[in-house]
């Protein structure tokens, strides 16, 4: 493969601010441009040279719509890219823009980009809070492309149900799969924290950490003041962190664009492969399986076999760890044990090292980066989630060059193909005998729980939703003991189902 096509990471920047407030921030559109130089002094790159990037493509920043966010870092830098793309959020679009754009210099499109995103939902929370007028920079010329969709990650229905956020929805995978393993809930609770534990001891090392603060695996799962139940089984120390001010970029080229920019080959890191895709039961109430992510195995098989290397000779991971299950779903995917001793974040996690919104694994990518730099030889996998397991992107990056070109996309024989994919669509009319598939039960700022929300199959086959009583005393009752496979009567009511003992 020639020179001119093959990609290589350059330079990887971040930024923290944990001081900003409303009077006093970073505005995206800084960050951004802040991030970019920090990725060029990294490479060793001066201002001047950044002028020269032909693609600039940035991650969908909440809060922030600019005509063309690209253009206005464009502007900021002095460049005049050729190429602008943007992305919808979600948790995967970092790695799938980071796949398009080498996918780009692969096909000779591009061969100096780019490729950035951002989080101030910290800030814009609270000024949303107080009633505040964000100034934020507006404008841009022109149009750019977007790279990928922007759907909405749950349905009408399920928000009348309170299934509206990622606490309210990710319990319901944690709980299955609790009960797919035959596990106890104090086993369980012990095999959360004990999985944690060792995301918090690298986010305590880590200069762009959130909360760099080790903590034990009971103090992630022991319910406390601090530490209150969010929704079962999730205390506030499982829980992903969205409000925070962070960004992270990353420049990519072509092998000959490093060479011609004087980059020493020691900087160099690899892009391999990768692949993205989405379940085709998109509507997490519709999923057939709640312990199995067909297209999350389709997206990450189908990055190593790109980048032609089995999950063996992997030395590093980040996978997307937004809540305990996502990380054991991967691992369940792949058929990598959850004590496995490489460990699945170089970040420290969304929890502790910060979710920053659709930008998180631009932050894995750019620590990955430094880790591959430190290695010489040593080969990462990078995983994105978004939604709610429902859209999946992965990479393999390597600070070895590949024998053979790499590529993004799925492979043709599919592991899905022997799994359930269709979707089990609600029966909002069901009534009678009923079995619990899956549930939650989601607790007030008080501790107090308050809904709870169960998902199972009529005696019929029919798929249904619904609350369960809200009383005190049915709930406290209801999540005591386990309730997958419980058996109980469905009845709708001024129009909602009712799923009681």
């Known amino acids: 493969m020639q020179e001119s096509n093959i990609p290589v990471i350059i330079g990887a920047g971040q930024l923290v601010d944990h001081e900003a407030d409303v009077d006093r921030h970073i505005e995206p559109l800084d960050m951004l441009t802040r991030v970019a130089a920090s990725a060029g002094q990294d490479a060793g790159l001066d201002a001047k040279c950044l002028q020269k ?5 940035l991650v969908g920043i909440a809060g922030w ?53 951002c989080n101030n939902l910290k800030v814009l929370m609270k000024a949303i809070g107080s009633g505040t007028q964000l100034s934020w920079t507006r404008g841009g010329t022109g149009v ?54 060792r995301f ?5 090392d880590n200069t762009y950490a959130w909360f760099p603060t080790r903590r034990s695996a009971d103090e992630l799962t022991t319910v406390t003041k601090t530490n209150r139940m969010i929704s079962f089984p999730y205390p506030k120390y499982l829980n992903a962190v969205l409000n925070t001010e962070q ?28 692949a993205h895709s989405q379940e085709k039961a998109w509507w997490t109430s519709e999923r057939p399986n709640f312990t199995e992510c067909p297209s999350m195995k389709d997206t990450h ?39 496995d001793e490489r ?36 080969k990462g996998l990078v995983t994105g989630n978004g939604w709610y397991l429902t859209k999946h992107s992965a990479a393999v990056l390597s600070s070895a060059p590949k024998e053979s070109a790499p590529r993004d996309g799925l492979i043709a024989e599919l592991p899905s193909m022997q799994m359930q994919t269709a979707a089990e669509v609600v029966d909002a009319a069901a009534e009678g005998s009923a079995t ?66």
Not at 53 to 57: E, F, K, S
Not at 200 to 204: D, G, H, Y
């Open 343 to 378: 460990g699945f974040t170089v970040t420290g996690g969304l929890p502790y090292a910060g979710g920053p919104a659709s930008a998180y694994t631009l932050h894995s990518i750019a620590e990955m980066v430094h880790k591959l730099r430190e290695n010489p030889g040593d």
């Open 436 to 501: 619990i598939e899956s549930y939650t039960v989601a607790y007030d700022r008080e501790g107090k729980p308050v809904r709870g929300i169960v998902l199972g199959r009529t005696d019929a086959g029919s798929r249904f939703l619904a609350n369960t009583p809200d009383s005190l005393e049915f709930l406290e009752a209801f999540v005591a003991q386990e309730q997958i496979g419980a058996r109980g009567q469905l009845k709708v009511r001024e129009g909602m189902s009712l799923f009681s003992a």
């Open 65 to 117: 719509h600019p005509d063309n966010s690209p253009d206005l870092v464009a502007s900021k830098l002095g460049a005049h890219p050729a190429r602008q793309f943007v992305t919808g959020t979600g948790g995967q679009v970092g790695i799938t823009l980071l796949n398009f754009v080498a996918s780009e210099i692969v096909k000779g499109e591009s061969e100096f980009a780019l490729v950035a995103g």
């Open 53 to 57: 990037l032909d693609t600039i493509a």
């Open 144 to 197: 750019p492309l977007l790279v990928g969709g922007d759907e909405p990650g749950s349905s009408d229905l399920e928000g009348q149900y309170g299934l509206k956020q990622p606490p309210d929805i990710y319990p319901l995978f944690e709980n299955a799969m609790r009960a797919k393993l035959g596990l106890s809930f104090e086993q369980h609770r012990q095999r959360m924290g004990n999985l944690f534990t």
């Open 247 to 274: 960004a992270a970029g990353v420049i990519l080229c072509s092998v000959e664009k490093a060479r011609a920019l004087g980059i020493p080959e020691e900087k160099w890191v690899y892009w391999w492969g990768g």
């Open 301 to 339: 098989i189908s990055a190593l076999a790109n980048a032609g290397i089995e999950v063996p000779e992997l030395d590093h991971f980040d996978f997307y760890s937004c809540f305990p299950v996502a990380v054991q779903m991967a691992c369940e995917m792949l058929g990598i044990a959850v004590d």
């Open 200 to 204: 918090t001891e690298v986010a305590a």
